[in-house]
């Protein structure tokens, strides 16, 4: 028993250690020039954390909201992982909600704020206020999420039509997560 709680707790730390150096390796050294307005951090918050994110998101073929005689594929949700640059798994991203777990427990979820069209056949760029996190650790006082640097993705352009109604794709997209902290 106690060498599973030892265990643990030296999964913790070496958790905590990989978060630590992602962090101090990419601490406020981004620029968002090249972004557009609508996605950008405002002013008085620094890169905390920069991942690389491999995942897939689940599309639903639905009735449209818009014209019930049709049907449009919907957003189900996303899973993904987001490593630091050398592969290291750091934060799982699932939903809904949207929710950011790092691997030393700590955990986000947030609220879009907007979004900005990336390559076709990929899911917009996008910027989120994160939820305060209950728990201590790398996503602690996280600020906004961006995601940008997209590939993929996107809901398929065919395929979904009121015979298919409830039927499920699964998208894989690749791209970056950047977690922001107030300065």
């Known amino acids: 028993m106690k060498n599973q709680y030892m ?5 913790i730390t070496a ?41 897939n998101i689940t599309w639903e073929c639905k009735v449209d909201t818009s014209d019930e005689e049709k049907a449009k594929w919907a957003f189900a949700g996303p899973r993904a992982i987001l490593s630091d640059n050398k592969g290291n798994h750091l934060v799982s991203y699932f939903g809904p909600p949207a929710t950011w777990e790092s691997l030393d427990g700590s955990s986000i979820t947030g609220k879009q ?12 760029m996008q910027l989120v206020k994160a939820n305060e996190s209950e728990r201590p650790g790398a996503l602690k006082d996280v600020t906004y999420i961006q995601r940008i640097n997209l590939s993929g993705g996107a809901a398929p352009e065919t395929g979904c039509n009121m015979d298919k109604l409830g039927h499920k794709v699964v998208v894989n997209y690749s791209g970056e997560y950047l977690f922001w902290k107030a300065k």
């Open 7 to 11: 265990l643990k707790a030296l999964k």
């Open 15 to 55: 958790a905590s250690a990989l978060m630590m150096a992602a962090t101090q390796s990419y601490a406020g050294s981004f620029s968002q020039e090249n972004l557009p307005s609508e996605v950008r951090v405002p002013a008085g918050n620094m890169v905390a954390m920069f991942t690389a994110a491999k995942g």
């Open 113 to 124: 704020l907007a979004v900005s069209p990336s390559a076709k056949g990929s899911i917009p």
